[in-house]
């Protein structure tokens, strides 16, 4: 049995026994939450009963932990301590999406892993650097026709065209330059898929299962379209591969690799796995890394100074992104730490649940097998315990020589936001070139007039699977020279 240590002399709590919202019989706490700012809701319980306590959503019965170190432990504990719950695979093979690397768990999960792994590893992403320019260069293209035209950018749908594109051309070496197309383009389709997985892994009633609604059909539809371009795309790589038999042994992308060792005699993998990755690459670095990249534009909008910095470090170090290298790229030191602060206030994942595959401890509670822990990922980021200030957006907080006082505690070890552990996102190089590129860019070649939304609010915090910012929209002005 897998445990954190607790002391000897303390009696183990059981969950029953902690503090949480009162509920109602039947519903439980289900009437307290809405769903679009779930993640607020147990931020706030949490506030009110602190560091573990329980909730129960319907059936739905849950362990919620806010420690930064006990979710660390648990993370860590993966695959074989903690699983995602049993119901995000279900849910996702009834919609017809094939089984990747983010579904699985033990064994399958180690199959696929480590080509997933080695396809994203830094080196890989850096021999694909040339073709990420080019779709950086397209989507300055973009803001810059609509900045002659006196337009609004919306900017969340221009980033995720922008990061659909990155990673296809990573995932199976195909251009699909969603771009500069203003026609049907895959990813319309993949917009739909993480909202409706996120409404029906927390739906009272599968009422889908019986009852196609308009918009079950239209995901029907979106699903089957994603399926069928992925099919193709499998096909144009098996066809590379037969012309070329080196790509077996030196992969150029994340496909071929998988269609290599899925090929290999004692391999469980087969070209459904193969797709569900593809998928899977698609899906996570379409939403997570478009939503970081708004966020962080208008927190950058919001706190002149910090804007500054970033706006001088880029013209010093990177100032023309059409010759952009990987070097430059390595060098924006302040620009990451704005990633890190934005990933800090607004993470994309403020919540994770986990499912407990044996009976264990977390910190003084005894967790029975199959218990769900509900890991509350931004409360100890914005404490004041650890992060001084904490609400401010400083990145200088991320910054080597940073000032102690700015970081009592060791920043990287209280934000976990692509993870923990053996399950750490795979992506995480990539995700971040991706965002320093474009933050680059934009730096570089404009002035931001205006991030916003259309009312002047501050955007409201929608969760949708990630969490994103609802509305924004972005004018640009021609950036003055000196």
């Known amino acids: 049995m897998n445990t954190t240590t607790a002391p000897a002399s303390r009696v183990l709590r059981r969950i029953d026994e902690l503090p949480g919202p009162r509920g109602l ?8 939450i809405t769903l679009s700012r779930i993640h607020q809701d147990v931020e706030r319980w949490a506030r009110e009963h602190g560091p573990f306590f329980r909730v129960r959503l319907g059936k739905m019965r849950a362990l919620v932990v806010t420690d930064h170190e006990v979710i660390a432990h648990a993370l860590k504990d993966r ?23 983010f579904g699985a768990e033990g064994q399958a999960w180690r199959d696929q892993r480590r080509m997933v792994m080695a396809s994203f590893a830094p080196g890989h992403v850096r021999a694909y650097f040339p073709s990420l320019q080019r779709v950086v260069q397209r989507l300055q293209a973009r803001w810059q026709k609509a900045m002659d035209a006196g337009r609004a950018i ?38 739909k ?29 979106s699903v089957a379209a ?24 030196q992969p150029g992308n994340l496909l071929e690799g998988m269609i290599a060792a899925a090929d290999e005699g004692d ?8 797709a569900g990755n593809v998928v899977t690459m698609l899906l996570a670095g379409e939403d997570t890394t478009a939503n970081t990249l708004a966020w962080m534009i208008w927190l950058l909008k919001r706190n002149p100074e910090a804007l500054r910095l970033a706006t001088d470090e880029v013209l010093r170090v990177a100032p023309d992104p059409a ?5 430059q790229m390595a060098s924006l030191d302040y620009l990451e730490a704005c990633a890190s602060e934005t ?3 607004k993470p994309v994942a403020p919540f994770l649940v986990l499912e407990a595959l044996h009976d264990t401890t977390l910190g003084d509670v005894h967790v029975p097998k199959n218990t769900f822990v509900w890991c509350v990922m931004r409360h100890d980021t914005v404490s004041p315990r650890h992060f001084p200030d904490p609400l401010a957006f400083n990145p200088s907080r991320w910054l080597d020589h940073a000032d102690p006082a700015l970081t009592p505690t060791s920043p990287k070890r209280v934000a976990m936001p692509f993870g923990a552990g053996p399950r750490v996102c795979p992506g995480r190089y990539l995700a971040m070139l991706e965002i320093k590129m474009a933050a680059a860019m934009l730096l570089s070649s404009f002035e931001i007039e205006h991030v916003g939304t259309h009312d002047g609010r501050e955007p409201t915090e929608k969760m949708a699977f990630s969490m994103a910012p609802v509305g924004l929209q972005m004018r640009l002005k021609p950036r003055r020279t000196a």
């Open 25 to 32: 019989p039947l519903l439980g706490n289900a009437h307290q």
């Open 193 to 221: 898929i993480f909202p409706a997985l996120f409404r029906r892994i927390f739906a009272r009633v599968p009422y889908w299962r019986w009852v196609r609604l308009p918009r079950d059909r239209e995901l029907d539809r």
């Open 79 to 101: 695959p074989d301590g903690f699983r995602r719950t049993i119901r995000t695979s279900q849910v996702g093979a009834e919609m017809g999406l094939k089984p990747g690397v």
């Open 267 to 274: 391999s469980p993998l087969t070209d459904e796995h193969v």
């Open 343 to 345: 990933m800090r206030l």
């Open 323 to 327: 010759a952009f290298t990987p070097e």
């Open 226 to 249: 994603i399926n069928v371009a992925i099919a193709g795309f499998i096909t144009q790589a098996r066809a590379r591969m037969a012309a070329n038999p080196a790509l077996r042994t």
């Open 154 to 191: 919306p900017l969340q749908e221009d980033l995720m065209r922008y990061t659909v594109d990155g990673v296809a051309g990573l995932a199976f070496g195909s251009d699909i330059n969603t771009l500069e197309s203003d026609e049907e383009v895959i990813q319309q389709h993949l917009d």
